[in-house]
């Protein structure tokens, strides 16, 4: 499972096809003036963007960016004169109409080094009404050899008349098996961890690289090792419930509710978890109830409520498990 990294951005193997139907059409001399990539968070729109933009705007014909010609090292320095990112600015929520404005006037001048110019928006949501409106005109008569990259997680925030008038390359929410396979290749933490990040990562596999790299993984070992030993010997839920009472709440009922998930997968498939002990008592019905629980329990660690009796209370019902 292996990406394929272009000067400027990385083709994740789930993005392979999308990729293939952007360099084709470029190819064909059909690819539209403005395009939107659109999908859900953390699973590489800005990488692929990021990899049309060098391609775009590279002088070699390759079938990526070459990353060697004058055009791809102004870009990688951030410095390409016929490139202009647009974004929120610093610290800011939306995108104004007068950063649209300033955009489009430079979309107006001629080329200085590539044959087109290219502007990537990012994230087009972010537009305000009166910036949408103003970017609308510049969709409908676009300026000379100009091609715009919407990048939007949220399309459905945008107007009608702006997706209407884009090309969509719509990225879905990769295979799970086919992350698992990338991560893998990607992590020495093993296909217990990654399936955890994955899972923790709601799907997401950049977020789920993260997890990976993050002490929270710690966590996710702690609440498994407290569980697995709450099981061994129901009598020490005082000394667990410290243990684990340290961890941060939200993370804690998410690891939680992920660690009952993966018991009540391994009843149901047959198939022993390295890291619990085997215990023939354990059954769905209730397991279901405890994650249920977490899961409301998530939701209630950001309220005033009393975290460790909550927390007390589970890990009773959890030990019950095994009596
Ligand atoms: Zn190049």
């Known amino acids: 499972m292996i990406d394929t990294r272009i000067s400027g951005g990385i083709i994740y193997p789930w993005m392979n096809d999308h990729w293939s ?17 659109e999908g859900p968070a953390g699973i590489g729109k800005a990488s692929l963007a990021a990899a049309m933009v060098a391609k775009l705007l590279c002088r070699e014909n390759e079938p990526g960016a070459c990353s060697h010609c004058r055009s791809c090292t102004l870009l990688a320095a951030g410095s390409h004169p016929d490139y202009f990112d647009l974004q929120p600015d610093e610290g800011k929520q939306v995108i104004k109409v007068d950063q649209v404005r300033a955009l489009i ?36 008569e676009p300026a000379g050899n100009t091609v715009l990259i919407l990048v939007s997680d949220n399309p459905a925030r945008l107007p009608v008349t702006i997706r209407s008038r884009c090309q969509a390359i719509s990225v879905n929410q990769p295979d799970s098996q086919l992350v698992l396979d990338w991560l893998q290749g990607n992590s020495d933490k093993g ?90 008592k354990l059954s769905g019905k209730p397991l279901l109830e405890l994650q249920r629980r977490a899961d409301i329990n998530r939701q209630l660690a950001a309220t005033p409520v009393r975290g460790d009796l909550l927390l007390h209370d589970w890990l009773i019902r959890w030990a019950e498990q095994a009596i």
């Open 191 to 280: 296909p217990e961890m990654n399936q955890a990040a994955l899972q923790a990562a709601g799907g997401s596999p950049l977020r789920a690289t993260q997890y990976l790299d993050s002490p929270e993984l710690d966590a996710y070992g702690q609440v498994r090792a407290g569980l697995a030993r709450l099981l061994e010997r129901p009598g020490s839920v005082s000394v667990v419930s410290s243990e684990l009472g340290a961890l941060i709440p939200v993370d804690l009922w998410r690891w939680l509710s992920i660690c009952v998930g993966e018991v009540i997968k391994s009843i149901m498939t047959q198939q022993a978890l390295d890291w619990l002990p085997a215990n023939p």
């Open 105 to 140: 006037g430079k979309l107006d001048l001629t080329t200085s080094i590539s044959e087109r110019k290219v502007a990537c928006i990012h994230p087009a949501e972010k537009m305000n009404a009166a910036a949408a409106n103003a970017l609308l005109k510049s969709l409908e």
């Open 21 to 37: 139907f952007f360099l084709q059409r470029l190819e064909n001399d059909k690819l539209a003036h403005a395009l939107m990539v």
